[in-house]
């Protein structure tokens, strides 16, 4: 085994440190559980220290300075000894971070060397030192919701609400259609649910953020606001988590980040319910039945209609 690793010690190197620079990028364009987590060593993020030592690892290994691949080895896995301890304390594991300690481990068993194993344990020694001096983290909890799917109201109509922030028609009808939910709500008339519809591929995030920002603040308002914020992020193209992040601190829109999985296998299954294709639409369940309304003209309409305002809903209906 030795001597096969002697012999393809530069490859696997190269390819151990590409899989960590990977593993890091998943990272980055995740959201969910893994967004609790979060450090920085003298103010650099994770992540791009991460990519940077890895980065330094291949350009090492391909100039053959195999003692300074196994040093960085070292010196990382006593880092990552830190981190797994850090995890372990908050009691919040991240698959990516782990994976990426997987990395640094499998890069030290392929460069090590009995010889060397002095210097090595230095180096590993060093990282964990140089780790609790300067390491800063948060963890916050990764299951933090009280409920699975964010209901708004207690009437005894249900009013489920499709949208997707890139989408013009959504844009357009949101002041409208939300002053009248407010009103409807005030009323007590309904039950409310917003259901992010992943018409463009930048939704996922802007759904998982919407639930972050729900999840720490339960009240209608803040569910307004987090649309409102979100359809003016939408309109400036923001497409990654630390734009969004930036954004919405500079909103003052405080956001708890969990474990969305749950809420959005549920709003899947409403999808499938409701047989949606586009939006806007909305349905409306109540004793008459089922009512599906699309567009930005049908659905204030029918809003309206349940607040027995002028101006009926034109709408296709299905029995309950």
Known sequence: MRRFLSRNRQLLTVLLALAGIGITLAYIYCYGACSSLRGDVLGVDLKYLGIFY??????LALMRKFLLCLLLFAFGAGSELFLIGYQIRSGIYCPYCLAFAATVFLGLAVNFERAKKTLATLAAAGGLVFF????????????????????FGAGPVQVRIYTDYFCGPCRTEEAEVMSLITELLEKNLVRVTFIDTPIHQETILYAGYFLAMVNANKEFAQAAAARAALFEAAGKKIGE??????????KGIPFLPFNTAP?????????????????????????????????????????RDLLGLPGPASSRREDS
């Open 132 to 151: 609790l001096l300067f390491f800063s983290g948060t963890a916050r909890p990764v299951y933090a919701a009280e409920s699975p799917l964010p209901v």
């Open 241 to 250: 988590k630390e734009a969004m992040e930036a954004f919405l601190k500079k």
């Open 263 to 303: 809420v959005f296998k549920i709003y899947g299954n409403y999808l499938k319910e409701d047989r949606i294709n586009s939006t806007p639409t909305c349905v409306i369940v109540g004793p008459s039945g089922k009512q599906t309304l699309q567009g930005s003209d049908q659905i204030p309409k029918g809003l």
């Open 54 to 59: 890895m980065s330094t690892i291949i350009v």
